[in-house]
Nanobody, 125 residues
Framework: LRCSCRRWGGLVQAGGSLRLSCVAS????????FGWWRQAPGKGREGVSI????????FYTDSVNGRFTISTDNAKNTVYLQMNSLKPDDTAVYYC??????????????????WGKGTLVTVSS
Protein backbone atom coordinates (compact mmCIF):
# COMPACT_ATOMS: atom_id res chain seq x y z
CA LEU A 1 0.00 0.00 0.00
CA ARG A 2 1.30 3.40 -0.89
CA CYS A 3 0.28 6.29 1.34
CA SER A 4 0.73 9.96 0.91
CA CYS A 5 -0.13 13.08 2.79
CA ARG A 6 -1.77 16.00 1.10
CA ARG A 7 -0.98 19.58 2.11
CA TRP A 8 1.69 20.90 4.39
CA GLY A 9 3.70 17.70 4.34
CA GLY A 10 1.91 16.33 7.38
CA LEU A 11 2.46 19.36 9.68
CA VAL A 12 -0.61 21.32 10.65
CA GLN A 13 -1.73 23.64 13.41
CA ALA A 14 -4.40 22.64 15.91
CA GLY A 15 -7.83 23.19 14.44
CA GLY A 16 -6.56 22.66 10.93
CA SER A 17 -7.29 19.96 8.39
CA LEU A 18 -5.32 17.38 6.50
CA ARG A 19 -6.23 14.63 4.06
CA LEU A 20 -4.36 11.38 3.86
CA SER A 21 -4.60 9.19 0.80
CA CYS A 22 -3.60 5.63 0.18
CA VAL A 23 -3.37 3.90 -3.18
CA ALA A 24 -3.94 0.16 -3.27
CA SER A 25 -2.85 -0.42 -6.83
CA UNK A 26 -1.95 -4.10 -6.42
CA UNK A 27 -5.16 -5.24 -4.79
CA UNK A 28 -8.60 -6.08 -6.13
CA UNK A 29 -10.00 -3.03 -4.43
CA UNK A 30 -13.61 -4.13 -4.07
CA UNK A 31 -12.59 -7.31 -2.22
CA UNK A 32 -11.09 -5.43 0.71
CA UNK A 33 -11.94 -3.27 3.65
CA PHE A 34 -9.51 -0.39 4.16
CA GLY A 35 -8.59 1.27 7.37
CA TRP A 36 -6.33 3.77 9.05
CA TRP A 37 -4.35 3.03 12.18
CA ARG A 38 -2.07 5.36 14.06
CA GLN A 39 0.72 5.19 16.56
CA ALA A 40 1.49 8.17 18.76
CA PRO A 41 4.95 8.62 20.30
CA GLY A 42 5.39 6.17 23.15
CA LYS A 43 2.02 4.51 22.61
CA GLY A 44 0.69 1.41 20.92
CA ARG A 45 -1.10 1.29 17.60
CA GLU A 46 -4.70 2.43 17.60
CA GLY A 47 -7.40 1.76 15.05
CA VAL A 48 -8.72 5.10 13.79
CA SER A 49 -11.27 4.19 11.15
CA ILE A 50 -12.21 1.55 8.63
CA UNK A 51 -14.49 1.30 5.60
CA UNK A 52 -16.02 -1.77 4.05
CA UNK A 53 -16.00 -1.28 0.26
CA UNK A 54 -18.84 -3.79 -0.21
CA UNK A 55 -21.44 -1.54 1.40
CA UNK A 56 -19.49 1.56 2.53
CA UNK A 57 -20.02 0.74 6.19
CA UNK A 58 -17.67 2.84 8.27
CA PHE A 59 -16.42 2.70 11.83
CA TYR A 60 -14.49 5.27 13.83
CA THR A 61 -12.76 5.29 17.15
CA ASP A 62 -14.55 7.57 19.61
CA SER A 63 -11.82 10.19 19.78
CA VAL A 64 -12.10 11.05 16.07
CA ASN A 65 -15.82 10.50 15.51
CA GLY A 66 -17.32 13.62 13.99
CA ARG A 67 -13.92 15.05 13.02
CA PHE A 68 -12.48 12.43 10.65
CA THR A 69 -14.11 10.97 7.57
CA ILE A 70 -12.96 7.88 5.72
CA SER A 71 -13.92 7.42 2.08
CA THR A 72 -12.86 5.65 -1.08
CA ASP A 73 -12.56 6.34 -4.77
CA ASN A 74 -12.92 2.87 -6.23
CA ALA A 75 -12.04 4.04 -9.74
CA LYS A 76 -8.66 5.21 -8.43
CA ASN A 77 -8.13 2.35 -5.95
CA THR A 78 -7.67 5.02 -3.32
CA VAL A 79 -8.82 5.38 0.26
CA TYR A 80 -8.85 8.76 2.01
CA LEU A 81 -8.91 9.99 5.55
CA GLN A 82 -10.12 13.57 5.84
CA MET A 83 -9.06 14.92 9.19
CA ASN A 84 -10.67 18.13 10.46
CA SER A 85 -10.41 20.02 13.73
CA LEU A 86 -7.09 18.40 14.39
CA LYS A 87 -5.74 18.31 17.91
CA PRO A 88 -2.21 17.83 19.25
CA ASP A 89 -3.36 14.41 20.52
CA ASP A 90 -3.83 13.39 16.89
CA THR A 91 -0.07 13.58 16.37
CA ALA A 92 1.03 10.13 15.27
CA VAL A 93 2.29 8.02 12.44
CA TYR A 94 -0.73 7.04 10.40
CA TYR A 95 -0.86 3.72 8.59
CA CYS A 96 -3.15 2.64 5.82
CA UNK A 97 -4.31 -0.96 6.11
CA UNK A 98 -6.29 -3.48 4.13
CA UNK A 99 -8.09 -6.67 5.08
CA UNK A 100 -9.68 -9.15 2.70
CA UNK A 101 -13.42 -9.48 3.08
CA UNK A 102 -15.88 -7.60 5.25
CA UNK A 103 -15.55 -6.10 8.70
CA UNK A 104 -17.80 -5.65 11.69
CA UNK A 105 -18.11 -3.83 14.95
CA UNK A 106 -15.04 -5.61 16.37
CA UNK A 107 -12.91 -4.29 13.53
CA UNK A 108 -10.09 -3.22 15.82
CA UNK A 109 -9.54 -6.87 16.80
CA UNK A 110 -9.05 -7.99 13.20
CA UNK A 111 -5.59 -8.80 11.88
CA UNK A 112 -4.95 -6.60 8.85
CA UNK A 113 -3.56 -8.30 5.76
CA UNK A 114 -1.58 -5.31 4.50
CA TRP A 115 0.01 -2.26 6.09
CA GLY A 116 1.32 0.87 4.41
CA LYS A 117 4.65 2.37 5.43
CA GLY A 118 3.13 5.10 7.52
CA THR A 119 2.89 8.87 7.30
CA LEU A 120 3.79 11.21 10.14
CA VAL A 121 1.10 13.72 11.06
CA THR A 122 2.19 16.42 13.47
CA VAL A 123 -0.36 18.77 14.99
CA SER A 124 1.13 21.78 16.71
CA SER A 125 -0.64 23.63 19.49
Amino acid sequence: LRCSCRRWGGLVQAGGSLRLSCVASELTFDDYAFGWWRQAPGKGREGVSIIDTSDNTTFYTDSVNGRFTISTDNAKNTVYLQMNSLKPDDTAVYYCTAILGTIGISWRDYDMDYWGKGTLVTVSS
